[in-house]
């Protein structure tokens, strides 16, 4: 290797388990999105948003429900195997992509070296060819929180800090590092050595980092409560009824998909039944009788998994991993500023520690989990896992207030 050379691992989304497994990851993408959809328009119909969605949009909603009703009506005898399969290959994968994420045997090398001419060289372990730049070709270092995805299933395995050369429009990823502090030290020195600005991506604050300068914040107050104590600033998560609507909503599409297919499996037997009285004679299908029941008892018994060994399985399942889920976002999150120390605090447990005299200008890193930043020049830790937008712009305004701009980061 050329002397100069930077050597590191990137993980490469490498997909575990078995390749028979996609076609039912594709047919497992499809119900996805149709639950994702469903969710986001019950959300809209929850929080006064109905002028989001046309008459058509709606009427394309009701289609598609009918279809896939359809479908569960003619395929009721066998669509508890269905599932329980496909749970059984999906912990499967999921242990693969676990074991592989683990031994690192998902992360593939990458190489950037200098060459004679003056250019540089980046090469992917694996690939033939080679990506070439000239130093002024670089126009910043990039800093970027990635999802890690594993498995034929691309379930998110982890998160890091990746650091890239921006090269105007495509990047050069480098460095792949856990700790944000890590990987900002090395972001450092590799801008210093291509003699660019360091900046993190899709944030915002008041430092050299952020990559939008935000002067003003506008948020919905109360989600945050902020005390002062002998010795420095408490801010914790408060509730309230709008943030309680959104971690629910987060809880639910984090953990809820496998409860949304079985919670309404039996409701669109019925209706697929119902559908197929007025479609079934085009195609020959036989139709029966149908007996629509609508007192409350009856509603209510097609959600009841006590009936069926099987169901109550997969029901128990599905709970379990949506208080999972819960029981993680509604940790309380706490951060404490003192005189020397600047400290994270999780359910009570403390999650980060830094100097308060040190620390840099706080950054809002945005994207499907958020985070906020926070540095002192050796250590950083994040905070997530608030209660939506309003949580981490109210959180931002008030550290904004009470730490003063500083040169950032390790």
């Known amino acids: 290797m050329a002397e100069g050379a930077i050597r590191s691992s990137i993980h490469s989304g490498t997909t575990a388990g078995f390749a028979f497994l996609r076609p039912v990851v594709r047919v497992r993408d499809a119900v996805k999105a149709v639950f994702d959809k469903t969710v986001e328009m019950m959300w809209g119909e929850l929080m006064g948003e109905e002028d989001r969605y046309s008459q058509l949009d709606h009427l394309k909603a009701f289609a598609v429900f009918s279809a896939l009703s359809l479908a569960q009506y003619h395929g009721r005898g066998w669509s508890d195997l269905v599932v329980m399969a496909f749970i059984l290959l999906w912990a499967v994968d999921h242990y693969l992509a676990r074991r592989a994420f683990a031994f690192g045997e998902c992360r593939r090398e990458v190489t950037l070296s200098p060459e004679p001419d003056g250019q540089w060289a980046w090469q992917r372990e694996g690939e033939a060819s080679r990506s070439r730049f000239q130093p002024s070709q670089a126009k910043a270092v990039v800093v970027a929180r990635v999802r890690l995805l594993g498995g034929a299933f691309r379930e998110v395995m982890g998160a890091a800090w990746r650091v890239s050369v921006d090269l105007a ?29 360091l900046k993190v991506r899709d944030s915002d604050g008041r ?85 629509i029941d609508l007192r409350p008892e009856a509603i209510l018994g097609l959600f009841n998994p006590a009936s069926d060994p099987v169901d109550f399985a997969e029901f128990c399942l599905a709970v379990g991993l949506l208080l999972h889920a819960g029981w993680r976002l509604g940790r309380r999150k706490t951060l404490v500023i003192e005189d020397d120390r600047t400290l994270f605090l999780v359910g009570g447990r403390i999650a980060g520690c830094l100097k308060t005299a040190a620390l840099a200008p706080p950054l809002c890193v945005r994207g499907p989990d958020p985070v906020i930043l926070l540095a002192d020049g050796v250590q950083a830790f994040e905070i997530e896992g608030l209660h939506g937008d309003d949580s981490y712009e109210e959180l931002m305004a008030a550290l904004e207030e009470r730490i003063p701009a500083r040169p950032a980061g390790p």
């Open 169 to 197: 429009p495509s990047e050069l990823p480098v460095y792949e590092e856990e700790s944000a502090a890590e990987a900002l030290r090395k972001g450092r020195e590799l801008a210093g050595m291509f003699r660019v600005p």
């Open 207 to 291: 430092g050299p980092l952020a990559s939008m300068e935000v002067m003003k914040r506008s948020f919905s107050a109360g989600t945050i409560v902020s005390s002062r104590e002998a010795g420095g600033w408490r801010f914790s998560t408060r509730w309230t009824v709008r943030s309680l609507w959104v971690c629910v909503r987060s809880v639910v599409e984090r953990a809820g998909f496998l409860l949304f297919v079985l919670g309404v499996m039996r409701l669109m037997t019925g209706f697929g039944a119902f559908v197929n009285l007025f479609v079934g004679p085009y195609f020959g299908w036989a139709t029966g009788t149908v007996v």
